[in-house]
């Protein structure tokens, strides 16, 4: 386990009882290569120190391997959710969200700044190949450190501010990260569910790597690719986190088993997995994982048929009521309704770097947002989407933070359109159309286009409620709803007027939490992508933030980083928090409406009550999907004597 701890984490060191490691049973699923001498037994196949699991201390019952579990997603991009479900990290979140080495034997932190790892002696990546510092110093001296790889340098993980980090391989099992000063942030963004991965399999990206061969094997192997050097040919191949690439060596519980964009994708166990059950059992329990690529309009009525064994990506509150009746009616399935972890279920986010510079003008003036949030009848929609099971009010901490406070959720979040009337007269926008909408001060009329993707019918739903609510006070809404990637696009791009997506992926944060989200420091939050962009590119694009509420937003996230106070951290949220609910950067509407997971009759050790949530959690990965299994799992062949 950690022996010390940041105060992220935990104040000084903890020492917890070993287990003893059991004697590792063979996996009938692997057993015919075992006994054709195409692979190693169990036993030689997991690390010399594994990570033993003992779940009857979890309140768990011990899995029987076998199986094939059935689940759906909307795109063939989302084969990436089973890294995100697997969740096998360098250091994880265990199921009370704290964190714990998993991939990692354990992390030494020195000053808060240097960082041990210690990996697993014997551990293996998913082709049999060891893993050994030598992937990390293959990422860090040739992919992260290479200008054609990583144009903008390493990333994020490895920087302090303008100071960038070493990273050192004292032996095979050991890397040290140093940094500068203090960052605690570093653990914490190891444990995402998208997570940067600090290692890459060597042994198989060198044979694309131009340092380690010739110019004339990289010739042939760029033609027969397509592409157009070596740099794009080793980027394509070289994604842990897509799984895109089934010849790509992993560490999560299951590898790809599918070449090409089928719409059926399958994924086999891992034979050489780091995680065992306390009996010896190698996890994880299913052996196989069959993933259909479905239209999202067909993922509830496949549910309600039974052609899923767990499900929850692509269902929404409002198809629990038939999901509840198929299972009422005899489907072999049990409805949960799971905790929501988004700070809002819906927001609606005003793109500050709108290329429009009238719209942008009126956008980046705090009064047109905060009318606009005035003018959402939350409690109608709430009624009328959620049968009133939703909290109302603007985006903020939820109630079971400790940094909620009931005044950030209600500022400028009560319907009010007499007030959002005054506001926006106030701002000069107080002449019409003879339909009653406003003016622009260019003269156009205020029509405000909020684009979406088109992928929850609950959006379009409270969307038409405030097309309603928005005309009382003189401004039009057309919605546009678009392919995910598209929206995305055009955002990053600044063509989007506005859009509509969920709150911040986090909104149960600790005063330990890097409050980073909360600062114009990612593209991906949608108010200010250009100013995201300059913070990650280090200038090299997009825009510098140039509003004085963003400004003072990076002060305090870099305020947060340079300071270990506990106190210091909670005054420093407190005033992030408060900035955003009198800005409405982001404009809720609601926020902890359930989230519906379906699960077979016949899958075992699913939290009846859980959380769904991306970040942190990754949805089922904090919930050890390895660890369920089938009650009634047979096995394909029998281990030999």
Request: hydrophobic share 40%; aromatic share 10%.
């Amino acid at each position: 386990m950690f022996r010390r701890l940041t105060a992220i984490v935990l104040a000084g060191a903890i020492a917890l009882p070993a287990l003893a490691r059991p004697i590792v049973q063979e996996s009938a699923f692997w057993a015919p290569e075992v006994k054709k001498g195409q692979m190693d037994a169990a036993a030689d196949r997991v690390p010399e120190v594994p990570l033993v699991v003992d779940l009857e201390a979890k309140g768990r019952q011990f899995g029987t391997q076998g199986g094939t579990l059935r689940t759906m997603v909307t795109r063939t991009k989302d084969v990436r959710q089973m890294v995100v479900y697997g969740y096998a990290r360098l250091v994880g979140y265990d199921h009370n969200y704290q964190l714990k080495p998993d991939i990692l034997r354990d992390v030494d932190v020195e000053e808060g700044r240097i960082f041990t790892l210690h990996l697993r002696p014997g551990h293996r990546w998913s082709d049999g190949a060891p893993f050994t510092s030598a992937d990390f110093e293959y990422w860090w001296k040739h992919v992260a450190q290479n200008a054609e790889l990583s144009p903008n340098g390493p990333p994020e993980i490895m920087r302090l501010g303008e100071d960038i980090a070493t990273m050192t391989f004292p032996d095979e099992v050991t890397v040290v990260v140093e940094f500068p000063e203090a960052n605690p942030n570093f653990l914490q963004l190891l444990a995402q569910a998208s997570p940067p991965f600090i290692y890459r399999p060597a042994h198989y990206l060198k044979q694309f790597h131009v340092a380690f061969n010739t110019k004339e094997a990289m010739e042939e192997m760029i033609d027969a690719k397509r592409v157009r050097s070596w740099a794009p040919l080793h980027n394509k191949l070289d994604n842990l986190y897509k799984f895109d690439n089934h010849e790509l060596p992993t560490l999560q519980p299951w590898k790809p088993a599918s070449t090409g964009a089928a719409m059926r994708h399958l994924f086999v166990r891992n034979p050489y997995f780091h995680r065992i059950d306390a009996r010896g059992v190698q996890l994880p329990y299913i052996d196989v994982v069959e993933m259909d690529i479905v239209g999202s309009g067909l993922v509830a009525a496949k549910t309600n048929a039974g052609e899923t064994d767990l499900q929850a990506r692509g269902l929404d509150f409002r198809d629990v009521s038939i999901l509840k009746k198929g299972e009422a009616d005899g489907a072999p399935y049990r409805t949960y309704l799971w905790s929501n972890g988004a700070a809002s279920q819906i927001a609606i986010y005003p793109n500050l770097n709108f290329a429009d510079p009238v719209w942008r003008e009126v956008m980046r003036d705090a009064r047109f947002r905060r009318a606009l949030s005035l003018g959402i009848d939350r409690r109608m929609i709430n009624r009328a989407l959620y049968f009133g099971l939703g909290k109302e009010g603007g985006m903020t901490a939820l109630a079971k933070s400790p940094l909620f406070d009931p005044a950030n959720l209600t500022q400028w979040a009560i319907y009010d359109p007499d007030t959002a009337n005054v506001m926006l007269d106030q701002m000069g926008l107080n002449k019409r159309t003879p339909a009653g909408t406003r003016l622009l001060p260019d003269g156009r009329p205020m029509e405000f286009v909020i684009e979406t993707a088109g992928e929850r019918q609950e959006v379009e739903n409270a969307l038409a409620i405030i097309t309603d609510t928005w005309r009382d006070i003189g401004i039009k809404l057309i919605m546009r709803p678009l392919d995910r990637d598209i929206l995305r696009n055009r955002v990053f791009s600044g063509v989007t007027m506005a859009s509509v997506w969920f709150g911040w992926d986090n909104g149960l944060p600790q005063p330990s939490t890097p409050p980073t989200y909360l600062a114009p420091t990612d593209q991906v939050f949608f108010a200010w992508p250009k100013w995201g962009q300059y913070y990650q590119t280090h200038g090299a694009a997009g825009e510098p933030v140039d509003l004085e509420a963003g400004k003072r937003l990076m002060a305090l996230s870099m305020a947060w980083q340079n300071t270990e106070d506990p106190v210091e951290h909670r005054e420093i949220w407190r005033e992030m928090l408060k900035i955003h609910a009198d800005n409405q950067f982001g404009i809720g509407i609601l926020s902890e409406a359930p989230q519906p997971v379906v699960v077979s009759d016949r899958l075992r050790n699913v939290p009846e009550q859980g959380k769904w949530a991306w970040d942190p959690g990754a949805h089922f990965g904090v919930h050890r999907i390895d660890e369920f299994f089938f009650a009634d799992a047979e096995q394909i062949a029998q281990v030999s004597e």
